[in-house]
């Protein structure tokens, strides 16, 4: 069976603070893909990114990074220099071929960017 | 490019009603999930169709659901006998084949069972 594990319900900062979102999952496959999802108040899902399990580099993509450790089944997210506008439900997801396809989410982060 | 789009966005019924939800997904996309949001089970899983395969049905939650997709590509999610544990968002996605392919998500619809 496949779990995501988000324990951070919400989580509050005041802007340009860095912000960690945390992400452990479990999973028996041996090639699975992991993934966030952004859900801003207006409501769409937004893909953010993308990981497989064979490949560990870490990925920057602007203010945005991501942290994959096989070690310790973690994929966590961090947003620096954090913005009134990154504030939105983040929710990590798994997918895998023993999963059918389908995405296993965790529970989501609500993270509020305040002035 | 359009993305997915789902209609109605929102619809609010009787209990005991059927209702019909409906997903356009991106074209070219073979894969067709639907997913249901609500405050006390976060995002669930309900059903996937890849292509011609028979759809995975593992996450219906009941045998009041079920869902078709013609011609590979519009889906309909049918619920009957509505419910009011049935309120909820529904969330179509498509993407490209295979579980390493990033899923593009519609609106939703939010279902209101009174």
């Known amino acids: 069976a496949q779990k995501v594990t988000q324990a951070q319900t919400e989580i509050s900062v005041v802007e340009k603070e860095d912000v960690t979102l945390d992400c452990v999952y479990e999973?028996?496959?041996?090639?699975?893909?992991l993934f966030w999802y952004k859900q801003p108040p207006s409501g769409e899902l937004v893909f953010l990114i993308r990981?497989?399990?064979?490949d560990e580099q870490n990925e920057i993509s602007g203010r945005y990074s991501w942290n994959f450790q096989k070690s310790t089944s973690s994929f966590n997210f961090t947003i620096t220099a954090s913005q009134v506008v990154d504030s939105a439900v983040y929710f990590c997801?798994?997918?895998?071929w023993g999963g059918g396809n389908k995405l296993t989410f965790g529970t989501g982060t609500q993270l509020k960017v305040e002035l | 490019g359009a993305g997915v789009s789902q209609s109605p966005s929102n619809k609010v019924t009787e209990k005991g009603k059927d209702v019909e939800l409906r997903c356009d997904p991106i074209?070219?996309?073979?894969?067709l999930y639907w997913y249901r949001q609500s405050l006390g089970q976060g995002l669930e899983f309900l059903i996937y169709?890849?292509?011609?395969?028979?759809?995975?049905k593992s996450g219906l939650p009941s045998d009041r659901f079920s869902a078709e997709r013609t011609g590979g590509s519009v889906s309909t999610l049918t619920i009957q006998r509505t419910q009011q544990e049935d309120s909820a968002v529904y969330l179509c996605?498509?993407?490209?084949?295979?579980?390493?392919?990033?899923?593009?998500f519609g609106p939703g619809t939010r279902l209101t069972v009174l």
């Open positions: 996605a498509s993407s490209r084949s295979g579980p390493y392919n990033e899923q593009f």
């Open positions: 074209s070219g996309h073979t894969a």
């Open positions: 169709f890849q292509g011609n395969s028979a759809p995975d």
């Open positions: 999973t028996r496959d041996t090639t699975y893909y």
């Open positions: 990981r497989n399990s064979f």
């Open positions: 997801a798994l997918s895998g």
